[in-house]
C-alpha cells in the first residue's frame, strides 16, 4: 500500500491505495465519486476525463500515485450545484447528450478544449473532441453544445460581464 | 398547442443528473458486503476443456469462491433459452443446442465464460483467476459463413449438420421463378454484411443480491427490458418464480440492442450471491464485451432482380447465409428471417418475391439484433440492387427509384412477403431529401472537389422498416415465444400531480421527458408535475422493454389507454361535482366541462375528490384515481424515408470523408423534436460507423482480431459532418397517437446511401463493387484493381 495525499473538487483526502489502482479506480471505489466512468481498457473512449492540476487527463491512464500532491477536478465539482457550468448548460439546451455515459469525460474534456481554444471553430471543436468517443448522438449536438459554451463564455468574459463558471 | 405538450422541444428531465455526475448506472451501486466476480473466458475458438484445477485460486486471499459448468449443472441451473423458434421449409423446427451458462465439456467461441471467480474485491478476484489452470484441448474451428458451409466444415454442434440451425424461406418461389421467366434483364448482386459490435459505452454489468431472510433475489442490470429478464430466469434459468424476483435496469448507458439479451452472468451472480452469502457484482471490461456481447448483422447473400424494358422492379429472388454465432441468442433467429426477409418488397412495387435463410453456427460470438435488426441488411440489399440496376439499363438512380415506389394512393399495400403497410407518402420524402441535399448543383459541387483533388459521389437510398413490435398473436403464430404488447400504470396523486409506470425502458431515448408531454398533453398537467418510472420490476407492473423503436408507438400507446381510463372516471367524478350528467361531461385542457356551459372542474379538484370522497358518487365509483393498461399493437409502423449523402474520395490514399448527409424522414406523428432529431443524429452515426470504418474481423481460427477500441474503428467527432435532418408525417393508422418509431431510422437507411456515394464517386475510375467497410485500404485496392495495377 502507498499512502498518497490529493485534493479532489477542492476536498483534501489522504489515502491508502495499491501501487496499480488507477486514479479512476481510485475515485469511483474509494471516494465514491462514480460520475467518473469507465468505457474501455485501451485509453480510446474518453469517458474517464478528468482534469489534473487543471488538464484534461484520462484518469484511466493514470496511476493514483502519480496523482500524489496533485488537484483533481471530477464533473462532481466542475459547479456548485444549482449553477452549472456554461458547458453543462449548453449540453442541457443543444440536446448534447442521450445515455448519459459518455457525457462527464465528454464535459471535462469540451471545458478543456475551450480553456486552450476560447474562440474555436465547428472543425476545431470535432479535432478536439478526438479522444472521446460518443455512441449515441453522432456527436452533431455535442458539438452545437460546444460552440454555444464558448459563445456564452466568451460574452462573459468580455468587458465588465459578470465570471461565469468560476471553477477555473 | 401546449407549450410542453406533443410537438414541443422541450429540454430532456434526464439531463440535470447525467450532467452533474449524478446518473446511477449498474456499477456505481455498491451494496452492504458487495463482493465482485471475474470470469475466466476461453482463449480457443473450440476445444475441449480436459480439466480445471481451481486449487490454488480457492486458497488466494479474499476467495469466496471460483465455480465451474459443473457446479452450474450440479445446481440445476437451466441454459440460457432462446426466445424465438424457426420453422424450417420442411416443417421440422430448427436446431437448438444447449447454453450453458459457464461452458462444459466444451468451449464453442473465444470469450465463452468457463469459470468464475468470486472474491471480496475486484483486485483478489483478478489475482486469483491467474491461478486458475484450465487445460484445453483446441478443436478445429470455423468462423467464416462460406467456411461453415464447405463440405468437411469442423461442426460447432454435432446435432447440427453443416452447421445449419435453419433453412427457412419465405414468398412464392413459382410466382417468382415466373417473374423472371418474362423478365427483360435481370441484375444480380452478391453482398456481405459485415459483422459489427454494438459498443454502448457503458460496458454490460450485473449485480445480484439473494436475501437469506426473504428468500428473494434482486438483480441490478444493464438491460433495456427487466421484465423479460425476470421472465426468463424465472422460467428458464434460474428457475425461481417472479414474486422472488426483482430486477432493476437503472440508468442504463446505451444499449442499441446488445442489452436486450438474457445474458449468462445476470444468472450467476444471483446463484453465486446465495452460494457466498454476499451480494456478486460483476462488470465487463471492453474487450470481455467484444468476446461476450452479441454482435450483429454478419449476412452473406445473393440476389436477382427481374425487370421489365421500363426498369420496374417485377421479381427478387434472394439467398441468405446468416451467421448466428455459437449459441442462440435470446432473438437471433428472428432476426435474419421475420425482421429481414419480411422486408424485402423495402417502399417498392415488387410483385413476386421469394427469399431462402440459412441461419449458420460458427465458433464465433452469438449474433443478434443491433440498431436495426434485420432491416439495414434488407435495405442495403435493396438499394446496391437499385443502384446496380440503374446503371446497367442506363436509368437514373433517382428515377429508378421514383418509378417504383409505392403511391400514396395504394394504401394499406400488401407486399408479397406478409407484411402490409398501412400508409406513407414516400415520393415527400424522396423530395424533401433531395431538395435538402440540392442535387441539382451537383455537378458544380463535384468540379469543385476535383481541383482540390477529390472524387465526390452522390449517393441516396429509399428504405422503409417495420417498427412497433408487435402484435403478439402475429408473432406467436411466427414463432416468438412471448407476448410484444406493453403495459403502463397512471397514478394521478391527490394534488393532480402524476405518475407514470411504463414497462418500457430508457437508456438515452428520453423517456422521462416525452412520455411527460403526452401526459401534459391529454391531461393537462403542467410537465414538471409529472414523473416518468421505469426499469423497475417492483415497481411496474410489468413490460416487455425497450428495442425496435417501440417505445413510443406501443408503450406510449399503453399510457394513452390508460390515461383514456383516468379521464373516463374523472368524468364520473366531475358529473357527481357538477350535479350534471356523465354524457355532458367534456375534458380538454386540464378541465371537465359541462359542456356548452362555464361550469367546470379542475383536473386537480376531481383528481383531490377522488382522494378525499366526501362529496363523491361513493356507491357507483370507487375512490382513487389509478389505471393501467396493456396494449397489443394491431400492426407494425413503417416508418420510410430518404437519405442522401454526399463523399470525397482521395483517390492517393483510399480515404472516404463523409462531407453532407441531408434525410428526410416519416416516422409518423413526433412528440418531441428535438428528441427526435437526436435520435436520427445518432443512428446517422452509426449507420456511417458500418458503411466506413466497422468491422469484427475474425482470423480463420476464430480469434477476433478486432477486439478492442484500439482495433475496432468507430466513428469519432471530426469523421462525421452536421446532419440535415427533415421530417415527413403521415400519421400510423392503427395507434392512437399516430406514431411510427425514429430509434433505429439512421441505421437502417444510411449505409447504403455512402457505399453508392463511394461508388458513385469511383465510377469514373471504373470501379463497381466495394463491401462494407468501405475504409482506406479497401478502397485503394479497389482503385487498383480497376485500374489494373497490383491490388
Known sequence: MASITLKVNDRSHAVDVEPRTLLVDLLREQLRLTGTHVGCDTSQCGACTVWVDG?????????A?????????????????????????AFHDCHGLQCGYCTPGMVMSATDLLRQNPNPTEDEVRHGLEGNLCRCTGYHNIVRAVLQAAEVMRAAQGPGAAEVGGAR | MNSEGMGASVARKEDRRFLIGKGRYTDDLQLPGQTTAVFLRSPHAHAAIRSIDATAARKAPGVLAVLTGEDVAADGLGGIPCGWQITNKDGSKMVEPPHPALALGKARHAGDPVVMVVAQTKAQAKDAAQLVEIDYEPLPAVAHLPAAVASGAPRVWDEAAGNVCFDWHIGDSAA????????????????????IAPNAIEPRAANGFYDYALDHYTLYTTSQNPHLIRLLLGAFSLKVPEHKLRIVAPDVGGGFGSKIFHYAEELLVLWASKRVGFPVKWTSERSEAFLSDAHGRDHVTHADLALDADGRFRGLRVRTLANMGAYLSSFAP???TYLSATLLSGPYVIPAIYSE??????????????????RPETTYLLERLADKAARELGIDRVEIRRKNLIQVDQFPYQTPVALQYDIGDYQATLDMALQAIDLDHFAERKAESEKRGKLRGFGISTYIEACGIAPSALVGALGARAGLYEAATVRVHPTGSVTVFTGTHSHGQGHETTFAQLVSEQLGVPFDSIEVVHGDTDRIPFGMGTYGSRSAAVGGSAIVKAMDKIVDKGKKIAAHLLEASVADIEFSDGKFRVAGTDREKSFGEVAFAAYVPHNYPIDTVEPGLEDSAFYDPKNFTFPAGCHCVEVEVDPETGVVQVVDVAIADDVGVIINPMIVDGQAHGGL???????????????DSGQLLSGSFMSYCMPRAADLPMFRVGNHVTACTHNPVGIKGVGEVGAIGVPPAVINAVLDALAPLGVTHIDMPATPEKVW???????????
Not at chain 2, 435463410?357 to 434485420?374: C, L, M, Q, S
Open chain 2, 781 to 791: 485496392r479497389a482503385i487498383q484493381a480497376a485500374q489494373g495495377g497490383a491490388a
Open chain 1, 55 to 63: 488538464r484534461a487527463i484520462k484518469s484511466c491512464t493514470m496511476l
Open chain 2, 334 to 336: 428472428a432476426i435474419p
Open chain 2, 357 to 374: 435463410v440459412k441461419g449458420i453456427f460458427t465458433n464465433t460470438v452469438p449474433v443478434d439484433a443491433v440498431r436495426g435488426a434485420g
Open chain 2, 685 to 699: 452515426a452509426q449507420g456511417i460507423g458500418q458503411a466506413l470504418y466497422e468491422e469484427c474481423v475474425y482470423d
Open chain 1, 65 to 89: 500515485v502519480e496523482a500524489d500532491g496533485a488537484a483533481v477536478t471530477t464533473i462532481e465539482g466542475l459547479a456548485p450545484e444549482g449553477h452549472p457550468h456554461p458547458m453543462q448548460a
Open chain 2, 176 to 195: 417468382t421463378e415466373a417473374e423472371f421467366g418474362k423478365a427483360a434483364r435481370v441484375v444480380s448482386i452478391d453482398l456481405v454484411n459485415n459483422r
